[in-house]
């Protein structure tokens, strides 16, 4: 059972944390209003953390204690937001492909109102000037540091979608009330700094079991104090959901001094660096992976197709294996660090693209269902030594294809790495990607090794 914090104690003595920003003092001060309850144990700060705000530890922690507990009135959505009987009112025509936009339009309002409830919450996030999202890089930027990466298309979809989403339910549903926005001041810009927030910052709470078939994801929400947490893969602390209140409870023993860490979740880099601006330092992400594109297999199986009637062999494969949704055009077979995450798709998509005209006759006629060791389709590391030589040919082929897209070998990164020199200079941004393109070209030479024929 989870010990439970106490009321939250401000410390300005010079022993700890000695608070001198003000905007902190103020958060810290509308937290206690509000009903915020923090440990005595933990303090928040921007100094000994990995990156800006975060949380460390004034005293050792056992596992299972309570860290702080928020109030489910203090967490910002759209139904603690002021505007919020509006929103409920038209929230038919508010719906979106990203469900999104009610929390957006609640941003927007609360941000831009000198009068707003939340105003010390958001004096920690000033102009929202600290996002390093790859949506915020130039497109120089983007395609010299992240070339070969699946940030790229990630990111030319984010980019098109809000810009879909503002131009036709956001705009039209501000000047219809003219009384709460100004698209002067309510712009797009702003609009997509806010997803940019969203994506980094808010959290979205689990549906029941029972309820998983039966009712849409729940709506994301702001929770103060909850997403001034830094992420690391081997975090020390998750959040639970309670019917009053959110609570960040110890999940491992923390020493006196360690930062507090939460998850976002299971993330390689890439995906970290798209929807949360970092990237772990190289290796320390255990859940780090790279995708190969399904249609770069497809395109390793066509180039070695020697004939005319080879290469339509292949296609008529591969008609097959979207009807049977093992690849598609925008899909991506994903490499972990011990395993191959899509080992179904792989392993089908290996297994038939490789097959002669007489077993794949028979494999259609059987309408793709083979009786087969589930074991057989498992894929770890150590098994893609053990394929037969056509698979792992394939493989080979497609791993060398997918190294071809990116704009520097492994040996360029590795240097910049261990040059201490060359690595301090590198910009913020430089150096997350500079780990996003090492932690997936170091898989993918591990692969081409296990893959060599």
Known sequence: MAAEAKRLKLETDKSTDNLTDDSLIHFLNWCEKVGVVISPKVYVNKKGTVSDYGMLAREDIEEGEVLFTVPRSAVLYQNTTAIHSMLEKEKEILDSQSGWVPLLLSLLYEVTNSESHWKPYFSLWPDFCFLNHPMFWSEGERQRLLSGTSILEA?????????????????????????????????????????????????????????????????????????????????????????????????????????????????????????????????????????????????AALQAAKTEEEQNLVHEKWHLLCQLEMVGEEGAFVIGQSEVLTEEELHTTLKVLTMSVEDFTEFKESEGWEEEDEDACTLSHNKIQKLKPSWKQLLHSSILLTLQAFSSDLEADKCLINDQKAYRGLSKIEKYALHVRYGQKMLLHKLLQLSSC
Request: aromatic share 12%.
């Open 155 to 299: 990111v030319h979809k984010d980019i098109v979608n809000i810009q879909h989403e503002y131009n036709t339910i956001v705009l039209p549903f501000m000047k219809s009330h003219p009384e709460f926005f100004d698209p002067q001041k309510h712009t797009l810009e702003l609009y997509q700094k806010l997803v940019a927030f969203v994506m980094a910052y808010s959290f979205q709470e689990p549906l029941k079991e029972e309820e998983e078939d039966e009712k849409d994801p729940n709506p994301p929400m702001m929770v103060p104090v909850a997403d001034l947490l830094n992420h690391v893969a081997n975090h020390n602390a998750n959040l639970e959901y309670a019917s009053g209140c959110l609570k960040m409870v110890c999940v491992r023993a923390i020493h006196r001094g360690e930062e507090v860490f939460n998850t976002y979740g299971e993330l390689a880099n890439w995906q970290l660096l798209h929807m949360y601006g970092f990237a772990e330092p190289f290796p320390t992400n255990t859940n780090d992976a790279v995708d190969i594109q399904m249609m770069t297999v497809f395109k």
